[in-house]
């Protein structure tokens, strides 16, 4: 027998749509135990059928099933036993254990299939769970490292040993205003911007300490920042700050008609 | 078992029976049956799905040879129009035709013919033949190729 030939004629396809005489049926039925190709392209058929009926699928009404497994327990379990035990001979034990068996491997291999999708499913919800729990501790370490970075602005704020300069703004900006704090003894200079205009890429604001009257850096800065920017080391000796606008990186000597915001040290 | 087929199951019997009510009770017909005679399912002569659809098929096609059945056809005009307003929860139960739809619209005309009428509107292959002038081999390897086109698109392997 050719079998490609059998194959593409279409008989599978009307066995499997149950469409045959019992004689043609029983044909398909030997062919199949010997050739095992037939038997491959019949399973792709058939689970190919059951796909497309599963997705035309009808939902019967809940009182249907109900009915049907009131009616299965009454009628049927007490005549099926009956029947079982009076032929009980050896054959017909033979094929009430071939059925058994059959019936065994059916519904077991649909609980397993169920627990395989059980299995999936839970599979499926723990990674998600890892993911989240990945996602929380992220969110964690930020709010963190956060709570440290201010922890650390307020030791400064608090400590007495800076000095609190208030820079108001200038007639150029009447609306800047910053703070620096500056411990004379460590020369420490931390910075924080609380109202600065944001400046073109191309420019930065700088701080300038005015010792003995004149100007000495103390660093870069953009407006947007959270919490203290620390600057360059202030010598002791600094009367004024003062903020201006600089080309990107700052300058050797202040832009004096720039200046943003300025301040004296108030000595406490 | 029950619900994992049965939706299957009724969507063949109710494109045979139109009638809801009959259909059900053929439905429960069907799983006593099944239930009867699980023993005699063999696994070598096919897929488990495919034993219980020939049983719901045959019991769905034997009910309308029943005397029973044609008999309730002629009072059924009315009745049918009662039961569509009572019975509107049946109707909202069905989940037919989403992605069968758009899956079937993905196939050759030609194609989607065959199993529009077999699956869909109950047709058997020769009944389609007669009915549609065709060559009974022309609807059988329209059918071959419907199958497979549908095997690739359902990426059945």
């Not at chain 1, 800047?176 to 890429?201: D, G, H, I, P, R």
């Not at chain 1, 870069?220 to 000796?237: S, T």
């Not at chain 2, 059924?76 to 129009?81: N, S």
């Not at chain 2, 699956?119 to 609807?139: H, I, R, S």
């Amino acid at each position: 027998m050719n079998v490609e030939e059998y194959i593409s004629s279409g008989i599978l396809e009307a066995y499997a749509l149950g469409e045959l005489s019992e004689h043609e049926r029983a044909a398909v039925e030997r062919n199949l135990l010997q050739y095992p190709q037939l038997r491959k392209e019949l399973d792709l058929i058939e689970e190919t059928q059951e796909h497309l009926l599963m997705k035309a699928a009808v939902q019967p009404n809940a009182s249907v099933k109900t009915k049907l497994f009131a009616s299965i327990d009454n009628q049927k379990s007490a005549p099926k036993v009956v029947e079982l035990k009076r032929t009980a001979t050896d054959a017909s034990a033979w094929k009430f254990a071939a059925a058994a068996a059959v019936t065994i491997a059916l519904v077991s291999s649909y609980l397993a299939f169920n627990y395989w999708n059980k299995w999936k499913t839970t599979e499926n919800s723990l990674s998600e769970l890892i993911a989240q729990n990945q996602r929380v501790a992220q969110d964690y370490n930020t709010v963190n490292d956060r709570l440290d970075q201010i922890e650390k602005d307020l030791n400064i704020t608090n400590n007495p040993a800076f000095n609190r300069v208030v820079m108001k703004g200038t007639a150029n900006a009447p609306d800047a205003l910053a703070s620096v704090y500056w411990n004379e003894s460590t020369q420490e200079v931390y910075l924080s911007v609380q109202q600065m205009k944001e400046l073109a890429q191309e420019n930065q604001y700088q701080l300038w300490a005015i010792i003995d009257g004149k100007p000495v850096d103390a660093g870069v800065f953009d407006a947007n920042f959270d919490g203290l920017l620390k600057m360059k080391a202030v010598q002791a000796g600094a009367a004024t700050f003062a903020v201006t606008v600089e080309p990107r990186g700052g300058k050797q000597t202040p832009t004096l008609e720039t200046m943003q915001a300025a301040g004296n040290v108030v000595k406490g | 078992m029950y619900d994992h087929y049965s939706g299957a199951l009724l969507g063949v019997i109710s494109r045979i029976i139109k009638k809801e009510e009959l259909a059900e009770e053929i439905l429960q017909d069907v799983f006593l049956k099944i239930w009867d005679r699980i023993e005699t399912y063999d696994a070598e002569k096919g897929k488990l799905f495919t034993w219980m659809l020939n049983i719901a098929r045959n019991q769905a096609i034997d009910k309308t040879r029943s005397k029973e059945f044609s008999k309730g056809k002629k009072t059924d005009d009315i009745e049918t129009l009662v039961s569509k307003v009572d019975k509107s929860d049946f109707t909202e139960t069905k989940i037919e035709g989403i992605g069968l739809q758009e899956l079937l619209k993905r196939l050759p005309e030609e194609q989607r013919f065959v199993i529009d009428h077999h699956y869909l509107k109950g047709y058997t292959q020769v009944e389609m033949a007669e009915e549609f002038n065709l060559p009974l081999g022309t609807v059988k390897t329209r059918m071959r190729l419907a199958m497979i086109a549908l095997r690739n698109l359902l990426k059945i392997k």
